[in-house]
């Protein structure tokens, strides 16, 4: 009974120190809670490493809590603005939290599974590890979800300094390490040890100022004279921007807003599906757009979808107007049962049930070359794909910014804005040039090469965000380096924490105390 109660107060304890972390991330931003917060749960661990049973509900309960306060949006989407009623909306948005809570799950069972001793090689070696490559693989199985990474709540702390070197993930490794020192520093010092309290205060403290101290390296250069930009916000309400009735609400709205930008702006931006319909049943009105843009000596950039070839489906796309050449880019990672259905033969009638609009989207090539304004190159991404680290990275240090085009409106008036706006300030770090983030709705924003919002356009307003950029140019360690390294990390720190406990049970046979 006693065991039993202990078990439930601990239980309670891992999903509070789940919803905690939840404030780690924007819109909150209180970012030594992701040190915290996992740090609580490491304790719990190590508390009852003597159950595998327990150490796995532990840490899926505390995915419950993160997950559940973290991205329950997921019921807004579906039910509000996709009309799933609201039983089945219940359902689908459990079902996601509990897969989603079954990763830290994982690193609970795998920790004490393969490392059962509590020593500190254990906390500091395999604990970070196993962590850092669950997120790893959080971002690409079944298409990936790499919504909440640790390293998303750091960028306004020092160890945003580590996201030029190895991307999000060093800065996850180096939060999630933080958060094993401090729960190390706590046991060695309750067994009086203060040598290794002092030592694991050192490498805590050397961890968050070297973070600081690479902050400090302009890893980019600016390149050429700042250019002006534009970020037009037309606020179609979800519910009726794709009504058939309500189209002409998004020509009339966007041509008025973006009336005065002509010749003003070189760079005028409206955001994903701003015209939703198909570019073949506008081609009149984009040609006109086309013509207003060469004439003015603006370019203007638009999401609207397109039909593919055989008209069987559309894509997501982002059209360049005003160029020489116009140029489109075509989404790559596509949103499952929202832009597409996988695994067709089991879901076929999911979207039509659904009656998502622009529900059968096809995915562009995985290399597509930038796009261009005023010789500026600009790599874009469409809606959650700047939440792909590995899929945003470039190697073209030609490159001089990022555009993101969004639709947010989706996710209702919940956190789920501020946290795609936080991924793509991570994407602005790790590759060193500033990003454009164009919303239908908000948050429209531009955000500098340090990963800081220099400007944003107030939420819920048709409105236009006028200002100057300054394009960059260089090149980033993750640029040129990927995956790699960190991966090659981990795999030495799990290397490091076996041979320790192979050097424990040796001396266990030997008959020596250890």
């Not at 909306?89 to 996601?96: C, K, L, P």
């Not at 919002?453 to 048709?462: D, N």
């Given at each position: 009974m006693k065991k039993s109660f202990e078990f439930l107060l601990d239980s309670i304890a891992a999903i509070l120190l789940g919803v905690v972390l939840t404030f780690a991330f924007a819109p909150y931003e209180i970012f030594p809670l992701a040190v915290v917060a996992p740090a609580g749960l490491l304790g719990l661990w190590i508390k009852t490493s003597y159950s595998l049973q327990r150490t796995l509900w532990l840490g899926f309960f505390f995915g419950l809590g993160l997950f559940g306060a973290g991205v329950y949006w997921i019921f807004t989407s579906i039910h509000l603005f996709g009309g799933v009623p609201?039983?089945?909306?219940?359902?689908?948005?459990?079902?996601?939290?509990?897969?989603?809570?079954?990763?830290?799950?994982?690193?609970?069972?795998?920790?004490?599974?393969?490392?059962?001793?509590?020593?500190?090689?254990?906390?500091?070696?395999?604990?970070?590890?196993?962590?850092?490559?669950?997120?790893?693989?959080?971002?690409?199985?079944?298409?990936?979800?790499?919504?909440?990474?640790?390293?998303?709540?750091?960028?306004?702390?020092?160890?945003?300094?580590?996201?030029?070197?190895?991307?999000?993930?060093?800065?996850?490794?180096?939060?999630?390490?933080?958060?094993?020192?401090?729960?190390?520093?706590?046991?060695?010092?309750?067994?009086?040890d203060f040598r290794s309290t002092y030592l694991n205060l050192l490498t805590l403290s050397i961890i968050w100022i070297l973070g600081g101290l690479f902050s400090l390296i302009p890893w980019t250069r600016p390149q050429g004279e700042p250019i002006s930009v534009a970020l037009v916000q037309g606020n179609i309400p979800q519910a009726i921007k794709w009504s058939p009735e309500h189209v002409q609400l998004s020509y009339d709205r966007y041509v008025k807003l973006t009336e005065p930008l002509w010749g003003k702006n070189k760079l005028i931006i409206w955001p994903e599906a701003a015209i939703p319909v198909p570019l073949q049943s506008t081609e009149s009105f984009i040609n006109a757009m086309d013509e207003k843009s060469k004439a003015s000596g603006s370019t203007l950039m638009l999401g609207i979808p397109i039909r593919t070839p055989d008209e069987k489906g559309y894509y997501n796309t982002i059209v360049a107007l005003g160029e020489k050449k116009n140029k489109v880019y075509l989404k790559?990672?596509?949103?499952?049962?929202?832009?597409?259905?996988?695994?067709?033969?089991?879901?076929?009638?999911?979207?039509?049930?659904?009656?998502?609009?622009?529900?059968?989207?096809?995915?562009?090539?995985?290399?597509?070359?930038?796009?261009?304004?005023?010789?500026?190159?600009?790599?874009?991404?469409?809606?959650?794909?700047?939440?792909?680290?590995?899929?945003?990275?470039?190697?073209?240090?030609?490159?001089?910014?990022?555009?993101?085009?969004?639709?947010?409106?989706?996710?209702?008036?919940?956190?789920?804005?501020?946290?795609?706006?936080?991924?793509?300030?991570m994407r602005a770090l790790e590759l060193g040039r500033p990003v454009l983030f164009a919303s239908n709705?908000?948050?429209?924003?531009?955000?500098?090469?340090?990963?800081?919002?220099?400007?944003?356009?107030?939420?819920?307003?048709?409105?236009?965000?006028?200002?100057?950029?300054?394009?960059?140019?260089?090149?980033?360690?993750?640029?040129?380096?990927?995956?790699?390294?960190?991966?090659?990390?981990?795999?030495?720190?799990?290397?490091?924490?076996n041979q320790s406990k192979k050097y424990l049970n040796e001396r266990v046979t030997d008959g020596r105390t250890i």
């Open positions: 609201t039983i089945l909306a219940v359902f689908i948005t459990i079902g996601m939290i509990a897969a989603l809570a079954a990763f830290p799950a994982s690193v609970g069972y795998l920790l004490n599974r393969f490392f059962p001793a509590n020593n500190t090689q254990k906390m500091i070696y395999a604990f970070p590890a196993i962590w850092v490559l669950t997120e790893w693989l959080r971002g690409w199985l079944f298409t990936g979800f790499p919504w909440l990474f640790l390293g998303y709540s750091q960028t306004n702390s020092p160890l945003k300094g580590y996201a030029p070197i190895m991307g999000v993930y060093l800065v996850s490794l180096a939060t999630i390490v933080s958060s094993a020192l401090v729960v190390n520093t706590i046991i060695k010092y309750k067994q009086k790559r990672h596509l949103v499952p049962f929202g832009e597409y259905t996988p695994l067709t033969e089991f879901f076929s009638s999911t979207l039509k049930f659904l009656d998502i609009p622009m529900s059968e989207m096809i995915s562009g090539k995985m290399n597509q070359s930038p796009l261009t304004a005023n010789n500026i190159k600009i790599q874009p991404s469409i809606c959650y794909e700047i939440a792909f680290p590995d899929l945003t990275r470039f190697t073209d240090k030609s490159i001089n910014m990022l555009l993101v085009v969004t639709n947010d409106a989706w996710f209702g008036d919940s956190n789920a804005e501020p946290q795609h706006l936080q991924m793509a300030a709705d908000g948050i429209t924003a531009i955000i500098g090469p340090n990963g800081k919002i220099e400007a944003a356009a107030p939420q819920r307003q048709a409105t236009v965000l006028s200002t100057t950029v300054q394009p960059m140019y260089g090149i980033t360690p993750w640029m040129q380096n990927g995956f790699d390294p960190i991966l090659l990390i981990l795999i030495c720190l799990l290397f490091m924490a």
